[in-house]
């Protein structure tokens, strides 16, 4: 079974999906991805679909699900790259992705992430001065 790499950046894992997600494949990132943030202690995902054409409501809700659980990990998601074709049919499928935020590009995610990282670290540290 083919599984796609996650890469490490810093606090960040970056994971590019280059193949055709199949429901194996993408129950394999899930896995995978909320195993690494774990043992990275990533604060941030960025995951780049720009290769995919084609998302059915299987792959859209596993995204939403990996951000999901990205977020009870305490790490921010943010989906790069997305198809106009993508778009279209996750909304024609009534699936939102209430936990992903969304960028043009990796050079945009990045920063994105950064932001949010940097937000939620100052929103808990105001917090604890209670």
Not at 13 to 30: F, G, K, P, S
């Amino acid at each position: 079974m083919e599984r796609i790499p996650i890469l490490r950046m810093g606090d960040f894992l970056l994971v590019t999906i280059q193949v055709d997600m199949h429901d194996r494949v993408a129950l394999a990132l899930q896995d995978d991805l909320t195993n690494r943030i774990v043992k990275n202690h990533a604060r941030g995902v960025l995951i780049d679909i720009s290769a995919l054409d084609i998302v059915d409501s299987f792959i859209g809700r596993t995204l939403a699900n990996i951000a999901s659980m990205a977020r009870i990990l305490d790490a921010q998601t943010v989906l790069v790259g997305m198809q106009p074709a993508v778009a279209i049919t996750l909304v024609e499928l009534g699936i939102s992705l209430p936990n992903i935020r969304t960028a043009l590009n990796v050079e945009k995610g990045v920063s994105l992430l950064r932001a949010e990282v940097e937000n939620n670290i100052m929103e808990r540290d105001a917090n604890y001065d209670i």
